[in-house]
């Protein structure tokens, strides 16, 4: 194990928060284009998923990502998910569900800050062969379902926190959504279910950062009052400050009894790189669309986040 | 005559899961409607009522089954697959959930027409990998059902039938073993479900009328027996011909022509079924000949088969006495 690697609450939430933009902007710029976006908005939502509020055992996959070893079948009894770096299914533990499997990047740069992961398994992102897939798959570090198509994971999260309680687990599930995810019925679905059989050993953090693939959410398709729907769908409703992190721990500690909790995290998809304001509103996935474009961004953001320019 | 069963799965399925706490029946507003709601009032701590919400319902049981649960999803069998496609993929066949899918009212069974009736459920279902597909035929089927299905490990799709349903043989399901109701050497006919009585119907005629038959009946549709079937097949002289509550793409009918082709076995093959259309809603002996999925179909298509006129008419099958299938016809194991 890399002797650098940090260990759990070492490093305060806001420094891993910083990190995991750090990281995500440094891979983007050495691959000419990521998920830039998503760590801007996210980032002290995972930091603090990660660091604060799950509880969470070690890790008991390796530091440095297996290869792909197979999808599930009966024919591959060694399949594993990639929930062990989250930590072991036992019944004292949180799960996490990663709902938008498409912040995957920003997921795997947060278990490295937070020392689930080694800094080498975001060398392997997106390569062939490699578990460390674009869009998170069940396989993929820090993924314990398939979120890849939106709206299945608070359903998902539902079905198993029903099953724990029933189990008499202490520990909660907890879905990471992103708002687009409104847009699909599912969503209302889970919600209903979960508000009526009373389940709250449940709670979802939802970045809501106002963007979708074509663009902002205002033009693509509106939502409009999301805390509202959910409070009518039966759900016990929160709205913070998506980057105030004494915000988020008081929404945590909300009382939800017979109700799932939904913390509305309201943030900013260019918090901490001001610079993609250029690139608004088309910021799901940044690609330069020219080499003096990268050098730009690189210089700006490296300013911004306190740190030298990536050589590339 | 073969005996009538009264909701047989009703009976089977509260039998089973009271013995299995990690047994959970999951419904979506069709409770009565698939026999459940007797379970349900005696036994609400395994009962979980989804709503009207098939999505949801589909990943929910894939969260239970990562708890550990096996549920049973109880609906009508085209609202597990139409819908919830996504769902089902996703959250219950990819990472393998012990999740039974309880298909009811399959093919044409119903006169709920076009939005009701599963007519491409065998052809979807098989194709998914990791998934299981069973159908039942007969009331002991049907009674079998739940602990077959309970046994696989994995997902698992059954066609249900519900109701009054006939008792046509005597021993149970038992997954991957098809079962031999005739051994003739003209003309094999492969049936499954609500088909089978209707080729032992026309069996009787076709006896009587000197045309020997050799007929199977699936309840395991995949994975499906391709070795038996071609064994079958090159032990009569004329060729098969499959009989099907589906369409006839993707169903028995494309399984078996995709077994005889990719073993060599240059058979002629006539496909019974829903012939690429949809079906209207109506009572189902009116669908079953309107549609060609009679017993005097088959015997029109074995008479195509083999070139030859019968004579048989209506009233010849009409007169024919179906009885039970007792143990003398052979299980053949997968």
Known sequence: MPSELPLRNEKTTEEIALGIRRRVFEHTIRNNGGYLSQA???AEQLAFLYNEALHLGEPTLPMIPEPFGGVPSANNPDYVTGAGYNGPFEPQHDRLFIAPAHYALVAYATLIETGRMAPEGLEMFNKDGSS????????????????????????????????????????????????????????????????????????????????????????????????????????????????????????????????????????????????????????????????????????????????????? | MVEMVARPYAAAFEAYAAQHPEVLALSADLTSSVEIDG????????????????????????????????????????????RPYDQLMASIAYPRRKVRLMGFLPGITTPGGMTHQAIEDISVMRTIPNMTVLETGDAAEVEGIVEAADSIDGPVYCRVLRGSVPRLFDTPLKVGELRVLSEGTDVLVITA??????????????????????????????????????????????????????????????????????????????????????????????????????????????????????????????????????????????
């Not at chain 1, 398939?146 to 079905?159: F, K, V």
């Not at chain 1, 998506?242 to 799932?260: C, F, N, V, Y």
Request: with cysteine; charged share 20%; glycine share 12%.
């Open chain 1, 40 to 42: 801007c908005s996210s």
């Open chain 1, 132 to 312: 460390v897939e674009m869009i998170g798959a069940e396989h993929s570090p820090g993924m314990e379902v398939h979120n890849g198509t939106l709206g299945i994971g608070l359903s998902t999260g539902a079905g198993l926190a029903w099953g724990r309680r029933r189990n008499g687990d202490t520990g909660d599930v907890c879905v990471f959504m992103s708002d687009g995810e409104v847009q699909e019925g599912q969503t209302w679905e889970a919600v209903q279910a979960a508000a009526h059989h009373g389940i709250d050993n449940l709670w979802a953090i939802m970045d809501v950062n106002r963007q979708q693939c074509d663009g902002a959410m205002e033009d693509v398709m509106q939502v409009g009052d999301i805390r509202q729907k959910f409070t009518d769908f039966g759900a016990h409703c929160v709205e913070i400050d998506g980057h105030d992190l004494s915000a988020m721990r008081q929404a945590k500690a909300e009382k939800h009894e017979g109700k799932p909790l939904i913390i509305l995290a309201y943030s900013s998809p260019t918090h901490g790189m001001a610079i993609l304001e250029r690139r608004f509103p088309r910021l799901h996935y940044v690609r330069f669309k020219s080499q003096d474009e990268r050098a730009d961004f690189n210089q700006a953001i490296a300013a911004e986040l306190g740190i030298d320019p990536i050589a590339y």
């Open chain 2, 39 to 82: 379970f349900r009032d005696r036994h609400p701590e395994q009962f979980l009522s989804m709503g009207m919400a098939e999505q949801n319902m589909l990943s929910f049981a894939g969260g239970l089954g990562l708890a550990g649960y096996r549920p049973f999803v109880h609906t009508f069998g085209v609202f597990l697959y139409r």
């Open chain 2, 193 to 334: 479900g609500i088909t089978t009585e209707e080729a032992i119907r026309a069996r009787g005629a076709l006896d009587q009328a000197g045309v020997s038959v050799r007929h199977l009946h699936l309840n395991t549709l995949k994975p499906f027996d391709a070795e038996a079937i071609v064994a079958h097949a090159a032990a009569v002289k004329h060729g098969v011909v499959t009989l099907e509550n589906h369409l006839v793409a993707g169903g028995i009918g494309s399984m078996t022509a995709e077994a005889l082709a990719e073993a060599g076995l240059g058979k002629k093959l006539i496909r019974l079924g829903l012939q690429d259309t949809y079906a209207h809603g109506g009572s189902r002996p009116y669908l079953m000949h309107y549609y060609g999925l009679d017993a005097l179909a088959l015997v029109r298509g074995i008479e195509r088969l083999m070139a030859i006129e019968t004579g048989i008419d209506e009233g010849a099958l009409e007169a024919v006495r179906v009885d039970a299938v007792h143990s003398a016809v052979k299980a053949e194991a997968l």
